[in-house]
């Protein structure tokens, strides 16, 4: 079956690793075991790590099978106040998408800081002191199948599997 392309965006400190600590990408072949199962999903490097490195070297931080769907790093966006750091990460994933002609393409973020996607219902928050956990990659599939059955559209999900069947946030 062909399946249209899912992006996932992906940081490395405090998901791939546990953040201040050892860059071992430890977390990392969690994430890649999902990604098996999902062929269709594409990374996009969202981290800081892409303003340091070259594609082709943090495409060397994963597996042979994975490396050639590592396609890109987003474009990296200044602030020019401190209210634009909310939301940053997902302006510069949107910027990717637009630039790429796949506004319209399912995607997810993996990320420790929730103020970087405001767009909660498409991101898989992980704990920056443990990184991608295997709870995390039970929501990323889940979040996958339902991209893969049609149930999420748009930014307002039929079905949202951290709020549960409203797809509204909970009230602070």
């Not at 396609?71 to 200044?78: D, E, K, Q, S």
């Not at 990717?96 to 420790?112: E, G, K, S, V």
């Amino acid at each position: 079956m062909n399946r249209s392309e899912i992006y996932v965006f992906l940081d490395f400190d405090g998901v791939t690793h546990p953040l201040r600590e050892v860059e071992d990408f430890r977390c990392l072949p969690r994430i890649e075991a999902v990604l098996r199962e999902f062929d269709e999903c594409r990374v996009v490097i969202t981290s800081d790590w892409r303003t340091l490195f070259s594609l082709r070297r943090l495409q060397a931080h994963f597996s042979d099978d994975i490396r050639s769907r590592v396609i890109g790093v987003t474009p990296f966006r200044l602030p020019g106040h401190n209210s634009d750091f909310y939301g940053l990460r997902e302006a510069e994933a949107r910027q990717w998408l637009a630039d790429h002609h796949a506004t319209d393409t399912p995607w997810l973020a993996i990320d420790d800081a929730p103020g970087n996607w405001p767009t909660r219902a498409r991101l898989i928050l992980t704990d920056f002191k443990s990184g991608f956990m295997d709870d995390d990659a039970q929501r990323m599939r889940s979040v996958l199948k339902a991209f893969r059955a049609g149930l999420v559209h748009d930014d307002a999900p039929r079905h949202n599997p951290y709020w549960g069947q409203s797809g509204l946030a909970p009230s602070t």
